[in-house]
C-alpha cells in the first residue's frame, strides 16, 4: 500500500543529529542516588571537568556503524588466515629464527591488548562524559578483537612450533613477560584519567608507531603474511585510538589550568614506562629479524626525536613540555638494545625463546647503524661470547639478576656518562631498600612507593620458594615453559631442526 495521504514521515536524520542521539542522547544525569556517588573515581585524581560536552568525538561513528566496518574486516582477515594455514604459510618465512620475534608478540603484546581492553571497559564506566564513554566502549571492543585475531593468526605456528602453548600462563608469571604485564597493570591501577593519558595519549599517540610499524614491517620483510594481515585489521583501529589520545590531552587541558601539572606528570611517568617496555622492541628489530626492516636508533629518530618533537612542540601552547628524561632516552638510543639482548642471551636457558648471537654480515650491519658504540662496546663482548661458543663452553648465567622495582627489568642498563658502568638506584620506603634501574623509574617510585613496593618481583618470589619448586627446571615449567625445548640456544633447538629438515626436504604432496 503506497501513501498518499499528506501525513509528514520522519526526515531521514543527518549523520550528525544521528550521531548525537545515538550517544550524548543516551545519557542522562542520576536521580536516585547523585552523579558524584554513581561516578566515584572522576574526581579523586584532581582532574577538574567543567563541560563534558565540549568533549568532541572526531570519528562520529555509531554502534551500529562500528560493528558493520568491524565485521568487514574480520571476514577479510579469517579468509586470509585460513589461506595462510592450508597453503603451510610457515614456510615462506625468511628463516625460523624471526618466530621468536612473534614468540614475544604472542606472550608480551597479545595480553597486554587484552587487559587494555579489560581497563577501557571500566573507563567507560568510570568517566560521567557520555562522548568519552561512547569512544571507550569502542577502544575496549577493538582491544578485546586485537587480542582474538592475533591469537587465532599465531595459532598456525602453534602447530609447527615451540614456544606458543601457554601463553597466558607465560605472562602472568614468567621473569620477562613480568615487564609488559607490570606496565599495564600498573595503568589499570592507576585512576581513570591516568590510565586514560597513559594509555591513549603516552602509549597510543605518542610510542606506538614504535611498536606497530617496526612488527607489522617486520613481518612483511621476513614472509609472515599472517602478522602483516592483523596488522593491518588493526591499524583503522589505531587511527581511532590515536585520535582519542590526542583529544584527551586537549580536552583535560582545556577544560581547567589546574589539570596541567597533573597530566604533565602522568605524560612524564608514562613516557618513561612505555620507553622502557619498548626496549623489547628495539631488540627485537637489531637482533632478532633475519632480514633487517631499520634499525632501534633509526626508528627512535623518526617517531620519537622527529615526530615527537613536532608533538610535544605544538602542545607547548598548552604548557606541557617534552616528557622528563627524553633526553636519556635520545643519549642511550645506541646502547640499549645491545644491551638488552645479550642479557637475554646469558639467561637464554631461562627464556621462553631462542636466542643466538648476531653473524659476521649482522655485526657489519650493527656497527654501520651505531657508529659510537658498537664496535667499541659490544662487538668485543659478541666475539669472545663467539670463541666460548666455539670452544664448547658458551656463556650462560645463572646468577639471579637484581630487578628494577618498577620497570622489572634486570639491572642491565648503564650509565649515560659511563656505558661500562650499570645503573643502579635506591630509595628506602618504611626501613625497605628499593633498587631501580634509572632515575626515570626512581622517580615513578618515589611519587608512589606505596604502590610499587607491593610489586611482585619475580627473582624475589623465587627465592621465597614461590616459583614451582626448589631447582630452577621447576621454576621454567611452573612458567608453563618446557626446559630445554622451549628455552636455549636456537641452533640447538627442535624449531631450528624441524626447519633445516623442511627447507632441505622439501615436502612433496601425496598424489
Ligand atoms: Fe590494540
Ligand atoms: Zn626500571
Known sequence: MTNTTTTPRAKK????????????????????????????????????????????????LTMDAYWKYQAEK???????????????????????????????????????EYNAHRGFASLGRSLRGVGPRVACQMQAL???????????????????????HSWTRNFDRMW?????????????????????????????????????MPFMSGAAYNGDMATVTFGFSAQSDEAR?????????????????????????????????????????????????????????????????QSGGALFADLSRYGIRMPKYADIAVAEKEHITHQAWLMLCQYNWAAGIHTWLPSADEMDWLAAQYPHTFNRYYR?????????????????????????????????????????????????????????????????????????????????QLLQGNLGGPELPDMIRFWGFEPGRD????????DARRWAQWKDQPQTTAA
Open 13 to 60: 536524520l543527518s549523520l550528525k543529529d544521528k550521531h548525537a542521539l545515538m550517544t550524548r542522547g543516551l545519557g542522562w544525569e542520576t536521580n536516585y542516588v547523585p552523579m558524584d556517588e554513581a561516578f566515584p573515581y572522576d574526581k579523586f585524581e584532581g582532574i577538574r571537568i567543567h563541560d563534558w560536552d565540549q568533549w568532541e568525538d572526531p570519528f562520529r
Open 380 to 460: 668485543p663482548r659478541i666475539e669472545h661470547w663467539k670463541a666460548l661458543q666455539a670452544a664448547g663452553t658458551p656463556f650462560v648465567n645463572t646468577n639471579l639478576p637484581c630487578l628494577c622495582q618498577v620497570c622489572q627489568i634486570p639491572l642491565a642498563f648503564t650509565e649515560t656518562s659511563d656505558p661500562t658502568r650499570i645503573a643502579h638506584r635506591e630509595s628506602r620506603y618504611l626501613g625497605e631498600l628499593f633498587h631501580c634501574c634509572s632515575d626515570g623509574c626512581r622517580d615513578i617510585f618515589e611519587a608512589e612507593p606505596e604502590k610499587y613496593a607491593q610489586a611482585r618481583l619475580p627473582v624475589q
Open 176 to 212: 620477562y613477560l613480568a615487564v609488559p604485564k607490570s606496565f599495564i597493570n600498573d595503568a589499570m591501577t592507576a585512576g581513570p584519567f591516568e590510565f586514560l593519558i597513559a594509555t591513549s595519549f603516552s602509549f597510543e599517540f605518542v610510542l606506538t608507531n614504535l611498536l606497530f
Open 74 to 112: 574480520e571476514r577479510k582477515l579469517y579468509a586470509i588466515i585460513d589461506a595462510f594455514s592450508q597453503h603451510n604459510g610457515h614456510l615462506n618465512l625468511s628463516d625460523a629464527r624471526y618466530l621468536n620475534a612473534v614468540k614475544i608478540f604472542l606472550t608480551g603484546i597479545t595480553p597486554v
Open 142 to 164: 577493538d582491544e578485546l578483537r586485537h587480542a582474538q585475531t592475533q591469537v587465532h593468526t599465531i595459532s598456525h605456528y602453534n602447530r609447527h612450533f615451540n614456544g606458543f
Open 241 to 305: 585510538h590515536m585520535t582519542l589520545g590526542l583529544e584527551a590531552i586537549k580536552f583535560l587541558l582545556e577544560q581547567d589550568p589546574a589539570n596541567l601539572p597533573i597530566v604533565q606528570k602522568w605524560i612524564d611517568k608514562w613516557f618513561w614506562r612505555g620507553y622502557r617496555l619498548l626496549t623489547i622492541v628495539g631488540m627485537m628489530m637489531d637482533y632478532m629479524l633475519p632480514k633487517k626492516v631499520m634499525s632501534w636508533r633509526e626508528g627512535w629518530e623518526i617517531y620519537f626525536e
Open 487 to 494: 628455552t636455549g640456544p636456537y641452533e640447538a633447538s627442535e
